[in-house]
């Protein structure tokens, strides 16, 4: 099993299995001597986690189990540690689980550090002694930690928050942060629950209808909106309208840069209009490369249209929770509704889709838009599959890192020229996935 985009992920059974998670765990413990791990509310995460943990501590290495926890929460907690392990599939929905993996400083395993991890997979790590297996203990206290950390950094607040958590890790998290700011809180799909019955675990617009209705039905200033894990958040403004990645991505971008922020290929050009006087480096698509850049640039911010957030001075992990209250924090601060905020950020239509494939087919998939994407007109660019630019907009086509699916993401200046683009990468794809 290889490194994603996003960790190791898959389908529970056929491609996770506990004797791949105990392979893992002594993988990593073999090279840091102390672990702290946790896991987000999906049904396999106790058998995942026991399981990787016998198999670090087969090795020597020692593990603190923080039990269900957010992604954020457990990469803030390996700053004390060798290293986390947070067991998760973050969106992906529940049959699905895997393994994202931390260093100390926040910044997820490097591609040097997954390579390695491979490599061991591959030849199997060396077991310990039983006399010097490593040993296990537990920590209640990582999600109270967090939060401590958050409502350190942000102001108070008394706005009406509707809060859609999706039965995932931030379940009590999010609603309780906000509280403590001062907010009045209305929690929707607030009960950890790994069957994921309230919604889908991405929160996409499709997904959030419950939370558009409260909005509107309330008077709510704003909506917030979390995955499975909690490393991502969107919204909803005053006006029941959504506030996706795209939305939220130029304002937080407006706020912080200085000098320089971190986006991926798939971000909009209207970073560059905007920010004319700062640099804007595009990197892979995944939160691992973004975070990898911020940290080599000394990015003042870095985003993802996905809806995950890396505030540098907080942590070089997304963070969820900080982003809704620091958003929450933000409108109260200025004295200003989300909608006029977003209002004056301008909004060029991006356009996306999916197609998927036969997964045995990639390498056939992937030679086929080698061969016609190559003979594009526009500038080709392959810091993530394939970009090429126009002076009016740009397509993207890219294999997916976490599922089996080739995403096509087109963006103009103007609706027409975007739905042209669009409509090129999705005749390029189907063609490519039929064969």
Same mark, same amino acid.
């Given at each position: 099993?290889? *490194?994603?985009?996003?960790?190791?992920?898959?389908?529970?059974?056929?491609?996770?299995?506990?004797?791949?998670?105990?392979?893992?765990?002594?993988?990593?413990?073999?090279?840091?001597?102390?672990?702290?791990?946790?896991?987000?509310?999906?049904?396999?995460? #106790?058998?995942?986690?026991?399981? *990787?943990?016998?198999?670090?501590?087969?090795?020597?290495?020692?593990?603190?189990?923080?039990?269900?926890?957010?992604?954020?929460?457990?990469?803030?907690?390996?700053?004390?540690?060798?290293?986390?392990?947070?067991?998760?599939?973050?969106?992906?929905?529940?049959?699905?689980?895997?393994?994202?993996?931390?260093?100390?400083?926040?910044?997820?395993?490097?591609?040097?550090?997954?390579?390695?991890?491979?490599?061991?997979?591959?030849?199997?790590?060396?077991?310990?002694?039983?006399? *010097?297996?490593?040993?296990?203990?537990?920590?209640?206290?990582?999600?109270?930690?967090?939060?401590?950390?958050?409502? %350190?950094?942000?102001?108070?607040?008394?706005?009406?928050?509707?809060?859609?958590?999706?039965?995932?890790?931030? %379940?009590?998290?999010?609603?309780?942060?906000?509280?403590?700011?001062?907010?009045?809180?209305?929690?929707?799909?607030?009960?950890?629950?790994?069957h994921f019955p309230g919604r889908d675990p991405e929160p996409t617009e499709d997904h959030l209808g419950l939370l558009i209705q409260t909005v509107?039905?309330?008077?709510?200033?704003?909506?917030?909106?979390?995955?499975?894990?909690?490393?991502?958040?969107?919204?909803?403004?005053?006006?029941?309208?959504?506030?996706?990645?795209?939305?939220?991505? #130029?304002?937080?971008?407006?706020?912080?840069?200085?000098?320089?922020?971190?986006? #991926?290929? $798939?971000?909009?050009?209207?970073?560059?209009?905007?920010?004319?006087?700062?640099?804007?480096?595009?990197?892979?698509?995944? $939160?691992?490369?973004?975070?990898?850049?911020?940290?080599?640039? +000394?990015?003042? *911010?870095?985003?993802?249209?996905?809806?995950?957030?890396?505030?540098?001075?907080?942590?070089?992990? #997304?963070?969820?929770?900080?982003?809704?209250?620091?958003?929450?924090?933000?409108?109260?601060?200025?004295?200003?509704?989300? %909608?006029?905020?977003?209002?004056?950020?301008?909004?060029?239509?991006?356009?996306?889709?999916?197609?998927?494939? $036969?997964?045995?087919?990639?390498?056939?998939?992937?030679?086929?838009?080698?061969?016609?994407?190559?003979?594009?007109?526009?500038?080709?660019?392959?810091?993530? +599959?394939?970009?090429?630019?126009?002076? $009016?907009?740009?397509?993207?086509?890219r294999l997916s890192g976490t599922e089996p699916k080739v995403r096509i993401t087109a963006e103009a200046r103007e609706r027409r020229r975007a739905?042209?683009?669009?409509?090129?990468?999705?005749?390029?794809?189907?063609?490519?996935?039929? +064969?």
């Amino acid at each position: 099993m290889r *490194f994603g985009s996003s960790g190791i992920r898959g389908v529970v059974g056929s491609e996770i299995t506990p004797g791949l998670a105990m392979a893992v765990g002594a993988a990593v413990g073999a090279r840091h001597d102390d672990l702290v791990i946790g896991r987000d509310p999906r049904i396999s995460g #106790p058998m995942l986690a026991a399981a *990787f943990a016998a198999g670090a501590m087969s090795v020597g290495a020692d593990i603190c189990d923080g039990g269900m926890v957010s992604t954020p929460t457990l990469a803030r907690a390996a700053k004390g540690y060798g290293a986390g392990t947070i067991i998760t599939a973050s969106h992906n929905p529940a049959e699905y689980n895997g393994f994202k993996l931390w260093n100390p400083d926040g910044l997820s395993f490097t591609e040097p550090q997954q390579a390695e991890v491979e490599k061991l997979l591959e030849a199997g790590a060396p077991r310990k002694d039983w006399r *010097f297996c490593g040993e296990r203990s537990e920590r209640t206290d990582l999600a109270d930690r967090h939060a401590e950390a958050v409502l %350190s950094s942000v102001g108070q607040a008394d706005l009406t928050v509707a809060v859609d958590c999706g039965c995932g890790a931030t %379940s009590h998290l999010t609603p309780s942060i906000l509280r403590k700011m001062g907010c009045r809180v209305l929690a929707l799909n607030a009960h950890p629950d790994g069957h994921f019955p309230g919604r889908d675990p991405e929160p996409t617009e499709d997904h959030l209808g419950l939370l558009i209705q409260t909005v509107k039905a309330t008077g709510a200033d704003l909506g917030i909106a979390h995955d499975g894990d909690g490393d991502r958040m969107v919204a909803v403004d005053d006006e029941g309208r959504y506030a996706g990645g795209d939305r939220l991505l #130029p304002l937080f971008a407006k706020m912080h840069a200085k000098r320089a922020i971190v986006v #991926p290929v $798939d971000a909009s050009m209207v970073l560059e209009d905007m920010l004319p006087g700062v640099a804007v480096h595009r990197t892979r698509v995944g $939160d691992v490369y973004v975070g990898q850049e911020v940290k080599r640039t +000394g990015a003042d *911010f870095g985003g993802e249209p996905s809806g995950t957030w890396i505030f540098p001075k907080e942590t070089l992990c #997304p963070d969820g929770p900080y982003a809704a209250a620091y958003l929450v924090a933000l409108l109260k601060a200025r004295g200003r509704s989300l %909608s006029e905020m977003l209002a004056e950020i301008p909004e060029y239509p991006i356009l996306r889709e999916a197609e998927r494939f $036969d997964p045995d087919r990639r390498t056939a998939v992937t030679e086929a838009l080698e061969r016609e994407l190559t003979a594009a007109q526009g500038e080709l660019t392959r810091v993530d +599959g394939w970009r090429v630019a126009f002076e $009016d907009g740009w397509v993207v086509v890219r294999l997916s890192g976490t599922e089996p699916k080739v995403r096509i993401t087109a963006e103009a200046r103007e609706r027409r020229r975007a739905e042209e683009l669009l409509e090129y990468g999705r005749s390029v794809v189907r063609a490519a996935v039929a +064969g």
